[in-house]
């Protein structure tokens, strides 16, 4: 894998993301773009795979209020696709937004920050799944075979 390139992009402007250094893969021909996940939870769309866990795996008097911690105060950092059977329409970049319960143990959200959701004020980003644990770590994923995003 080669390094990539940094450059920087004097006319790229943002109001989701102030900064506008960017790296190009010269190989893959793709660009990473550095950007702060919104922190207001009415910026994500719960996917019918996320209600689903929701009900599973989330108490009944934590399923208003957790999803919105997670977003509002959580850790955030990049995650690996995890879940298969979200259609391709709903995925994006995706990150996980961690913290500890009151228990100590872990909640982790996994969100998928779609480009079309940094650009139009109809669209949504996805909530695409949560569970009890810490958030996957992507280099351990991949080393197992798992996806990345």
């Known amino acids: 894998m080669s390094n990539p390139t940094r450059e920087t992009d004097p006319t790229a402007t943002s109001s989701n993301n102030p900064t506008t250094e960017h790296a190009i893969e010269p190989d893959a021909g793709t660009v990473t ?47 690996p696709a995890t879940a298969d059977d979200v259609p391709e329409h709903e995925q994006g970049a995706t990150v996980a937004f961690s913290t ?12 998928a920050l779609r480009p079309i959701a940094f650009a139009s004020d109809d669209q949504r980003h996805r909530a695409i799944t949560i569970y009890q644990g810490p958030a996957p770590d992507v280099a351990d994923a991949t080393a197992r075979g798992g996806r990345r995003e």
């Open 33 to 79: 773009v550095p950007i702060v996940p919104p922190r207001e939870p009415t910026a994500y769309r719960a996917t019918d795979h996320f209600r689903n866990r929701l009900r599973e795996r989330v108490d009944d008097h934590r399923r208003d209020t957790l999803p919105a911690e997670l977003i509002r105060e959580g850790r955030v950092r990049r995650a």
């Open 100 to 111: 500890a319960a009151a228990t100590g143990r872990p909640w982790t959200l996994i969100a």
